[in-house]
């Protein structure tokens, strides 16, 4: 192959900056999209049953798409080991593979819905476009309090464990308490105000713990929630403006001041 | 028609400067929730059987009302067009069709509830009576940080997507977890805390990643809270010095600035 | 009755600096307690099966005391129509009703529950021992945050009004979206994340516009936690410290500092 | 003994700046995990048949070590008592002390649940290795709100009782709510937003009113975490500055301080 064909393959897949870099993004985008809804309709057993055929003919499309794809990744790239060992490599192989599995192995079709993990190559995408640059200061902040929320995190697991068991001992199997596991189970869906409802305690004291676990979960929902928007703030103030006046020396101007809010110098 | 009356006609109906315009305004506000709450005791079997003819002849009245108002908003403003088919123009035509239209086509009865997009007709009125005043500050904060809650909510929904994927796997059919479709609705129940219920994980290995999945959105939802709060709080900064300067007319100057930020003058 | 008697009583009954009247307050609310858990316990049918004769006594004793306090309160005041007509005279008079009217008229025994709301009589007793002072900040922030809590409070009734009434289009009486009210019931149980799980949709159109409206609830909860928490940081940076420097008129001094934080001359 | 090895002894046990000390502490710390998990396993009725042998076997051995340790620890302190009735000192013996209860009483077998306290002992280690330092600013943050805290709860608790109360008389027992304590026990599940669904209103009044609580429990959520976001602000702010005055050691200084605020020296 040439080496110039596949530079081009290499622009044209990888990059975003060309008109045919952006065209390709966005057909992968829709097959990406199309393909998800497609192995979703499937999973139903009304809409197989009347369009399994069509929906087959659209998968098997998709596929070939996808295999051809990525052995145009691999011939493009100068590393092919490292991209098909990559995070990406390893979701563009499970996009593919489960449909030729299917046919080769038909005990497996349950891995068939492995393929709606096609979504996660959409992030690849977005990268690629720099779409998410907007999300950039979203997750500078979350990674920022990522310490603090760990804590919070290790502290919850630690509660619902320990809550979990004394659930165990008041209520028991009568009401749906058959393990500890599943009161752990139960106590993280209730700290965590979900309340399914499928376990509930039956016991005077055993509902008088677990009114204590709901208002605890209501309570300390503050303290994530307090963290990121601390970071979120002080992120404001430090993105704001990083000027310092020559003159004075007084910083934090406001974004797009041309003169100092303290002196009156040009800035 | 002439000319003053309908000038005159369009300064009761759209505005609200004139005591007949505030008038009118007033008496069209009860109209509507009358009807509205005529609307929703009309879907209560028991109250039909008993007041259903009270309810059919005040129904009838407000279809009248409304069909004379809507001949009215259109022979008063200079292009009826623009109105007829303007948002408000259309949910006007909404609120008395139906009745009409049960009544040549009783089998199209079910149409009786797009009555009560009739309370949709109260928020022009409030733009009217320049009531939301107080809710501009509100509404632009959420405005402002729209970009980073729509990346938010796009990633919650891929997330959503994919761990749907998974419990189906997981789960499956014997659970409630029939299709894809089904478990991304599950997902979306427990991960906004919801939890209805209806369909619950029953392996231990579903009901862990459950737990996971409640415990992401009982932390995740503080990225929302996060935004719309700092936001909140910029705009309370920025309308804090109501300085204007007296040169270049710029505002929204940082407390204690002694000069403008835009042309350097003195405040 | 002499003057002085009357003053002394008032003193002990409505004031809570001489030692007599926090000795007061102390027993009022712990007979408070006392009668309210009674109240709890008599509704336990096991319970009052058992100790039903202990505590019809309790209440009786209980019961007569409040009669008495009733009645020093009416004699002690100097108006004593403004305080039987006032919101805590009102309170005071259900607080000792039930128990006479349920001998008058056994058939009304069910009013006996209303003794439960004797628990509001705790709040004039944390008044007068100014209990509350810590709680003045909260007030204030919530009161500030008022007008715009209620803009998004009459936001959301017409969202749930407007998505119920869809809902109850889509999934009809099958479902339990048996009219229009419980349909906008079942949107706020959702809307707020509650869940209850007693109706829940069974179309596949209607578990969408669930997702919907559960993702919305779970979003726009960040508003009224945006809006007070924005209150409660303007409180706190008013609070503050209200000094101003007398020589550099420099403000927003350290709580507690004794110097300028700009120039050093003592404040 | 030897004062030197009990003085080793103590070093190694309650002190984490050695090798050995941090050797001690990390096999501490995967003991006690690798005990919580056994306990969990245990209370799981299928794996107990199955492997209930090798289970009881690792729960001997743990238990031998936490016997060994506790002895260890006793003769390694200076004060014996103090240790042993302080509460890491009563965890330390309920991680051991089921066991040996089981055998000798094995009427008493509930009890071995009692052994997931082991987890608390997790935090004894991690204080040892100032593993929780991150957790600091957390932990102070909600200790300053905590006042605020604790008047919102109390507010939250008698509000509970309230309608508690009132559901119970629009309800009764038809609906599920039996009695006050259940009904209050009912509110608290709803007012969380948890909803887990085992009793819901039937009556339209206790459906308004149960509306009622969950958008008041969806709108004051946004009380604890003001409270505490605030804090964390307040906590970020003082934080910034790290300045020290060189007169009088003030720190926590404002942001571009020029002058002590406590002694006014030039910082």
Redesign the interface.
Known sequence: MSRGFREKLHEVIYEADTPEGKLFDVVLLIIILIS?IA??LE???GIKAVYGYELDIIEWVITAFFTIEYIARIISVKKPAAYIFSFYGVIDLLALLPKYIGILFPGLG?LL??R??R??R??RILKLVHF?G??N??VT??KKSR???????F??V?LC??MG?FM??IEGPEAGF?????S??WT???????????I?PIT?FG??I??LI??M???I??????????????E?KVHKNTQVCPVCNAD???D???????????L
């Open positions: 998800v192995v979703m999973s139903v057993a349950f819905s492995i709606a993990l979504l996660l959409v992030f998410i907007a999300s200061q979203l902040a979350i310490a603090k929320i760990a804590v919070f995190m502290s919850v630690i464990v320990i068991t165990y001992m058959d393990n500890i596991p599943i752990i189970y993280i869906v209730t700290l965590t105000t979900v309340g399914f409802g499928d509930t005077p509902q008088f677990s009114s709901m208002i979960g209501y309570g929902i503050a303290v994530p929630t307090g963290l990121v928007t601390a970071q979120f703030m002080e404001n934090a101007h406001k797009g001041a041309k003169y100092c809010y303290n002196c009156g110098a040009k």
